[in-house]
Nanobody, 121 residues
Framework: QVQLVESGGGLVQPGGSLRLSCVTS????????IGWFRQAPGKEREGISC??????FYADSVKGRFTISRDNRKNTVYLQMNSLKPEDTAVYYC????????????????WGQGTQVTVSS
């Protein structure tokens, strides 16, 4: 059973930063790529980033501002979010990916409970 537990969300002012964490199991990290998608109220889910064993990919909306990384010793994937904008406000979900590529950011499998990110002054 895949388990993904997100944390690190909160309220931040525009231009600020947050780091999201996703803790999972050794098996999940070995078998899947891991990434993040978000969903804002009234909007569709948007895949924003994923990381495999060697490469990472980003949606254009976050490229240059967000950085995904993984710590295999801690079974954790991180999403460092800088230069946050009000339009980044959403619930952020950690998810599994069978294929991590720029064209497959919306093709996620299992996901966690999500963490709320609110960017507002």
């Amino acid at each position: 059973q895949v388990q993904l537990v997100e944390s690190g969300g909160g309220l931040v002012q525009p231009g600020g930063s947050l780091r999201l964490s996703c803790v999972t199991s050794r098996y999940t990290l070995d078998y899947y790529s891991i990434g993040w998608f978000r969903q804002a109220p009234g909007k569709e889910r948007e895949g924003i980033s994923c990381i495999g064993s060697r490469e990472s990919f980003y949606a254009d909306s976050v490229k240059g501002r967000f950085t995904i990384s993984r710590d295999n010793r801690k079974n954790t994937v991180y999403l460092q979010m800088n230069s946050l904008k009000p339009e980044d406000t959403a619930v952020y979900y950690c998810a599994t990916y069978t294929l991590c590529a720029s064209h497959s950011l919306d093709q996620f499998g299992s996901w966690g409970q999500g963490t709320q990110v609110t960017v507002s002054s």
